[in-house]
Nanobody
Framework: QVQLVESGGELVQAGGSLRLSCAASGHTFIINVMAWFRQAPGKEREFVIGINRDGDRTRDGDSVKGRFTISRDNTKNTVDLQMNDLKPEDTAVYYC?????????????????WGQGTQVTVSS
């Protein structure tokens, strides 16, 4: 089993930046790709950005393209989400996810492990 714990969510003003972190523990050797998703009230969980095992390939969703970046440190079993130029529509609970397969895919159902989420609120 794998456990994921997110941290770093808080209230931030529009145009600001925020960095989220996710720490993995347990059987981390089975993790291949990792990603961040988000879910706003009344909306479905949405793919934000993902990264491969080696950290040299990423893919981001259309809604955050160019504003968010992802990085991972396999020595510490962490993956970070750097969010810049935040907008009120970025307000959501942000979730860290991991899967044993190599493809970075959008559907939440395809991901094997999830954190509990961290709230990000962007004020206008």
């Amino acid at each position: 089993q794998v456990q994921l714990v997110e941290s770093g969510g808080e209230l931030v003003q529009a145009g600001g930046s925020l960095r989220l972190s996710c720490a993995a523990s347990g059987h981390t050797f089975i993790i291949n790709v990792m990603a961040w998703f988000r879910q706003a009230p009344g909306k479905e969980r949405e793919f934000v950005i993902g990264i491969n095992r080696d950290g040299d390939r990423t893919r981001d969703g259309d809604s955050v393209k160019g504003r968010f970046t992802i990085s991972r440190d396999n020595t510490k079993n962490t993956v970070d989400l750097q969010m810049n130029d935040l907008k009120p529509e970025d307000t959501a609970v942000y979730y860290c996810a991991a899967r044993g397969s190599a493809a970075i895919v959008d559907p939440p159902a395809a991901w094997d492990y999830w954190g509990q989420g961290t709230q990000v609120t962007v004020s206008s």
